[in-house]
């Protein structure tokens, strides 16, 4: 989905972590895990629907989709060790298209609700990336 503010969710790395738990971190700002993440995800949604009718904000639109999809791509370049190449192309769009379901079955779940199945999806996928490197 849409993420406004990506600069802001990007965590400091600190020595002790690996890139894959720095990783981890990033995701799930991402996520509608909070109140506040969750109106967020419910405004890009708005947008994305609102922009065929109102054509000002294709811009707007599309600047936060190439954001999310360059977050993920230098994460996955960050969890590869290595410069982007075709296949960590191919690899981010897996992740963003992974991050994107996820928010929006969290969305459509309450807030109460326990989360961690996602962060558990999130995980096995940063480990597969890893494990194809």
Request: with cysteine; aromatic share 4%; hydrophobic share 45%.
């Amino acid at each position: 989905m849409l993420r406004p503010r990506l600069a802001l969710r990007h965590p400091r790395a600190t020595s002790s972590e690996t890139p894959a738990e720095y990783v981890l971190e990033v995701l799930k700002n991402f996520l509608p895990l909070t109140a506040d993440s969750r109106a967020e995800l419910e405004v890009n949604i708005a947008l994305i629907a609102e922009s065929p009718a109102l054509p000002q904000l294709v811009c707007i639109r599309n600047r936060a989709y190439e954001e999310l999809g360059n977050a993920c791509l230098r994460l996955t370049e960050k969890l590869a060790c290595r410069p982007s190449d075709p296949e960590l192309i191919e690899r981010a769009r897996h992740l963003r298209a992974v991050l994107d379901g996820l928010a929006i079955h969290l969305l459509m779940e309450p807030l109460a609700n326990d989360s961690a199945w996602a962060t558990v999806i999130l995980e096995k996928e940063l480990a597969r990336i890893v494990g194809n490197c």
